[in-house]
């Protein structure tokens, strides 16, 4: 509590600055930097939380606050509980240190991977040897 020369007492309350609400999704994610029409820099990472707004991530790399990124992530939902979804975030750097990067989610969107995606990652493989 912080007093006043009036002594009325101000209560220091820490709140949220955010306005969306945002969501642990730790997922594997590619991302690419873009200079123009140009790939500047790719890399991986992993996401931590993300809402309809921005996203962290973590990153190797300090990435150049200011850039378009593109980032690309498998949802962790399947659609009609069949069908795995990519999910593509376009916007652009906000903020990055050691520890990774903040992007600006400017639109995005899901793309479906097909259910044949799915069925081929569950099936076994056989090797069969070349003679």
Same mark, same amino acid.
């Given at each position: ?9 101000? &209560? ?5 600055r955010?306005?969306k &609400?945002?969501?642990q999704?730790? !997922? ?9 029409q140009?790939i500047?820099?790719t ?7 993300? @809402?309809?707004?921005?996203?962290w ?5 300090m ?6 990124i593109?980032l @690309? ?10 069908c795995p ?8 750097v ?8 903040a ?8 793309r479906t991977?097909?259910?044949?995606f799915? !069925?081929?990652m ?6 069969v040897?070349v003679?």
């Open positions: 509590m912080i007093e006043t020369e009036e002594s009325a007492p101000i &209560r220091n309350v820490d709140r949220e955010r306005l &609400r945002r969501f999704i730790e !997922q594997e994610v590619r991302y690419k930097m873009l200079y123009g140009r500047a820099e890399g991986t990472g992993k996401t931590s939380n993300i @809402s309809s707004s921005g996203v991530f973590t990153t190797d790399n990435l150049t606050t200011g850039m378009p593109e @690309s992530m498998n949802w962790p939902v399947l659609l009609n509980d069949s979804m990519k999910l593509m975030i376009y916007g652009c906000v903020r990055s240190n050691e520890r990774g990067a992007v600006a989610i400017e639109r995005y969107e899901f991977q097909g259910r044949a799915t !069925q081929a569950q099936q076994p493989v056989e090797l040897p003679h």
